[in-house]
Each structure stands twice: as C-alpha cells, then as structure tokens.
C-alpha cells in the first residue's frame, strides 16, 4: 500500500460519496450538462483505490464495469482471428469509429454501460488505464447519450497526475474536464 493511498484516500472517497448524494440536476450543472464522476487517483495506487471503491460503493446502488474485462468479452465475442483481421484492415477505428461504431469496441464498451444503467444502477469503471491508445476517451463515453440522459451518474475511476488544473491521465494524455464533476 502506498504512502499516497494512505494519506489521500479517505479525502478522496469522502468527496466522492458526498458527490454522489447530489440530485441528478445539481450533477448536470456542475458537470456542464453531463452526469459523469472522473474520480482522479494516483497511476501507482489503481489497486488499492478500486478495492476501497468495492468496499464503499454499495453493490445495491452501483456495478463495477472491469475494462480488461469487457475488452476480453469484445474479442471473444467477435473471435479472436476476426479482431485481428479487423485491426490489420482498419487500424484503430476497431475500437472506435467515427464513420459507424457498430462493431467496434466502444459500441460494446457502451452497451454494458447501458446495461448497468437499465438495471438502475449507478456504472462504475474500473481499470480505464486498458482504453491507453485506443483513440477514444472519456469524453467519448462521457458525451453518449444514454450517459447524458441517465437517471444514474456514471462514475470513472481515472488514474492520472494532477498538475495544477491539468489532469493528466496515466501521467500522459490531457484529460477533459468537460461534462463531468472532478473529484481529485
């Protein structure tokens, strides 16, 4: 465990869960019209916060969505020689398209997104350092319409450095800060 989870985490998952109380209208006003959490923790400590994260968020009211998972699922789903072929024909837009998302990752990414809220629940990602090169971000899933017109806010667990005002997810890639509330 290290020293920064020790220090931080209590801080963090308490603004977090006092977030999470707010109406889905205080969310969307200070998320700029979004319902989405980027709950923002130190690159080394990915472990430690989704545990903790386990622990606090109480199954009955959120599901863990696992992106290592989820992208385990995609490929199998699609079959492992078909993704392959996909990704040597289209490069990168097998995970998102901008032309048509149907079949790529993203478009499954956001069905189990979708599921989660149909079950009246509150989807929690988990383990986002996966999405790393794979031209989309969290202002893609964040900007979804079945995320903006949600009864549930999606919460996003963001490993990222934090330099000032600027979120830098895996310690590389700006984040935005638009259509979410930023807990850090």
Same mark, same amino acid.
């Given at each position: 465990?290290?020293?920064?989870?020790?220090?931080?985490?209590?801080?963090?998952?308490?603004?977090?869960?006092?977030?999470?109380?707010? #109406?889905?209208?205080?969310?969307?006003?200070?998320?700029?019209?979004?319902?989405?959490?980027?709950? %923002?923790?130190?690159?080394?400590?990915?472990?430690?916060?989704?545990?903790?994260?386990?622990?606090?968020?109480? /199954?009955?009211?959120?599901?863990?969505?696992?992106?290592?998972?989820?992208?385990?699922?995609? %490929?199998?789903?699609?079959?492992?020689?078909?993704?392959?072929?996909?990704?040597?024909?289209?490069?990168?837009?097998?995970?998102?398209?901008?032309?048509?998302?149907?079949?790529?990752?993203?478009?499954?990414?956001?069905?189990?997104?979708?599921? %989660?809220?149909?079950?009246?629940?509150?989807?929690? +990602?988990?383990?986002?350092?996966?999405?790393? #090169?794979?031209?989309?971000?969290?202002?893609?899933?964040?900007? #979804?319409?079945?995320? +903006?017109?949600?009864?549930?806010?999606?919460?996003?667990?963001?490993?990222?450095? %934090?330099?000032?005002?600027?979120? /830098?997810?895996?310690?590389?890639?700006?984040?935005?800060?638009?259509?979410?509330?930023?807990?850090?």
């Amino acid at each position: 465990m290290s020293k920064s989870f020790q220090i931080d985490h209590n801080r963090l998952f308490n603004n977090l869960e006092n977030a999470l109380k707010n #109406d889905l209208a205080s969310i969307q006003v200070e998320a700029n019209g979004g319902r989405t959490i980027l709950f %923002v923790y130190p690159c080394d400590d990915d472990d430690e916060y989704i545990a903790e994260g386990k622990r606090r968020l109480k /199954k009955e009211n959120f599901s863990f969505i696992d992106i290592r998972k989820v992208f385990s699922e995609y %490929v199998e789903e699609i079959g492992e020689d078909n993704f392959k072929e996909m990704e040597a024909n289209f490069g990168k837009e097998v995970y998102r398209s901008e032309n048509a998302s149907e079949g790529t990752f993203f478009a499954f990414l956001m069905d189990k997104i979708s599921e %989660v809220l149909q079950c009246d629940k509150s989807p929690v +990602l988990v383990h986002t350092g996966a999405l790393y #090169d794979m031209e989309f971000s969290n202002i893609h899933i964040m900007e #979804d319409s079945r995320v +903006l017109h949600a009864k549930h806010p999606l919460v996003v667990f963001y490993p990222a450095t %934090v330099e000032g005002e600027t979120i /830098k997810f895996l310690g590389r890639i700006t984040a935005s800060h638009y259509r979410c509330i930023v807990i850090k």
